[in-house]
């Protein structure tokens, strides 16, 4: 494992990502999520999908054209608050990436979704597309499963576990075979529903 890819999936990496719940707080709020049990099948279901785009992404990124990258993962989020959430997640890792790792090729990203700014933080490092797609496999779990912990006071030895059993690998590996389309519809009504509340009461988390 590369020194990027332990900087990038370190939850101290100041990349945003502890302002953001992942749809934990929606499904939270709505008794869809009230124990270790519950959260482990939310974050399974969460890494098939999202992870598993965001794996793709970040991967195709090491090497492909982020623009046209950028455009293709904008498709495939139809929701409105995903796509916000993404993009500014996106914007906080460049900030924070480009101090880490300077390089003139940066500068081509303003506000990129998240998946691409790993994915070209990871090739202007020196990292490869295996690690790119590893590192944002892993951040579409850890950061709900931490939520998770600060929402419900769930067990963090307990949740920790349920993201070692997560099998990134298999992840890794289909998302290194090309660009999925999957939708994950319960996500996004959550992070939509999740944006209007916001906008009427105080939420702990963004989205």
Known sequence: MSAVLLVLADSRFPGGGHAHSGGVEEAAARGLITDE???????????RTNG???????????DGDWSTLDMELDARTPSPAQRAASRAQGKSTLRAG???????????????HHAIAVGALVQVA??????AAECAAYLSVSGPASAAVRLLGLDPFQVNAIV????????????LKGLPMLSA??????????ARIHQQEVRLFVS
């Open 164 to 175: 070692a059993r997560m099998r990134m690998t298999e992840i890794v590996d289909e998302a």
């Open 37 to 47: 049990n519950s959260l482990e099948s939310f974050l399974y279901g969460r890494l």
């Open 126 to 131: 020196g990292g490869t597309r295996e690690e």
């Open 185 to 194: 519809p319960a996500l996004d009504l959550f992070a939509d529903s999740h």
């Open 98 to 112: 480009r101090v880490a790792w300077p390089s003139p090729r940066l500068k081509e990203l303003s506000q990129p």
């Open 52 to 62: 598993l785009v965001s794996a793709a992404f970040a991967a195709a990124a090491v």
